[in-house]
């Protein structure tokens, strides 16, 4: 089911730490990866450099890049080019002119990572992606957990990333709309230099809990992460429950004590943050991705890759939900810590939106597939699981356009925010429970494996007025204007992306 399937995110673990522990059984390998030839990464830099060069009418020069390393030593290459960072969003490459970097994401050269020895493996093997080419911008080298890795799915009805399809774009809007997402999305490059952090410090953690695992989770592996995306990590250390008030916090000391003396050479800013689900925050200097890192939050494992597998079942939910978050971002209605909706709810929202239209474009996954989403199964299998779910064929034939103006309409004028809960669990809207967590709220998602409320940081009237007018005033103007320029500055969007 997954384009570009593999361990990311699923680190295997020592022979001797799984027969300590069955919960983290090694999963077979059934397919090598793909090597990639040394002959293949030198065609691949000079077809690049001479795409660089009739896009910019200059000749290309060659820039040598500046070896970092992590706390191990392990030299990890990475692009010379200024990046500079404001509050929590990375905003890279900013010198280079908005037509040359548009152009470059239509290119037919991908952006990619390339894979070579710098972390060593046990084995001593260098493995590469399939279908990997050398990052022209991104020169991160190193070797992910890939001993365990779940090859790509060769059946025609699972397409590799390489071949996913995008929906036709035939009127402005749904244009519009397609050429943010093209542009925003997170490229294999991305992904790759978080593999790389979270591969590190799985290392260095498991020198203090040594059966531990760190889980790559969230935006970074569901397929609706941006190139500016956080990355989140789930620390599992154990296989039952633990309190997140006292043992977690206890916990992520440990760790932030950690990454601020033994690891401070590649680790900044390393901030214990006592939430309800308690984090570290901390920003890797070579991936230069800001982190957050949380103990035994294992349902956010399980529901990366439930919406990893809506994400993927049908062509127009990347797009709208991608959308739909820079839109909420640009319109201050993007963060949790500040008591609008998170990401998550909003991305739960389009879903649900999708599910309920009248000719649905999406279904239930956890009605139609219990099996495959069961929130009693292993860890260890939950990457796995979806792989044999087919693409969804709906009736409904809506473009993109419509379906965004849709979305806008439904929660501005007819969803019932005082008495119902959005639920994609059930795929309809239900009637709020009336228990203390959902009593008195004003805006209710449902978490679809553990029932909690995903939107409980609106807390505030005011804030929720706030967020229903943005609904409503963006749903007005597009309705008539039918340009998304119009509610979202597209320009200043792709160059943050």
Sequence with gaps: MFPNSSNLGCPPFHPKHQQQNNFFNKLPLNIPPTLLSHQQIIDAQINFQNTAALLTGNLVTAVTPQPLTYGNGSPVRTSAAPVS?????????????????????????????VVSQAVPLPEKHTYTFPGSIPSPLFSVRYIPDLSVCVPPLQDTSFPDITETTLPVAKDKLSQQVLELFQACQQQACDLNRKELCRTELQREIQRIFPHSRLFLVGSSLNGFGTRSSDGDLCLVVKDEPV???????????????????????????????????????????????????NVNNVVGIRNTFLLRTYAYIEKRVRPLVLV?????????????????????????????????????????????????????????????APCTIPPYLSKNESSLGDLLIGFLKYYATEFDWSHQMISVREAKAIPRPDDIEWRNKFICVEEPFDGTNTARAVHEKQKFDIIRDEFLKSWQILRNKKDLSCILPLRATIQKR
């Design 324 to 384: 739909v978050k820079k839109w909420a971002s640009f319109h201050d209605i993007n963060d949790a810590s500040r008591g609008t909706l998170s990401s998550y709810s909003l991305v739960l929202m389009v879903l649900h939106y999708l599910q309920t239209l009248p000719e649905p474009i999406l279904p239930s996954l956890q009605k139609n597939y219990p099996e495959s989403f069961d929130p009693t199964m292993q860890l260890h299998l939950v990457h796995q």
């Design 85 to 113: 960072f404001r509050g929590r969003k990375r905003l890279s490459e900013q010198n280079v002119p908005y037509d040359v970097k548009r152009q470059r994401f239509h290119s037919p050269h991908r952006e990619t990572t």
């Design 243 to 293: 309190n997140q008030k006292t043992e977690a916090r206890h916990i992520l000391s440990l760790v932030q004590k950690l990454f601020s003396t033994k690891l401070s050479s590649y680790i900044e800013r390393p901030q214990l943050i006592r939430a309800k689900v308690p984090i570290v925050k901390f920003r890797d200097k070579v991936s230069c991705v800001e982190f957050d890192l």
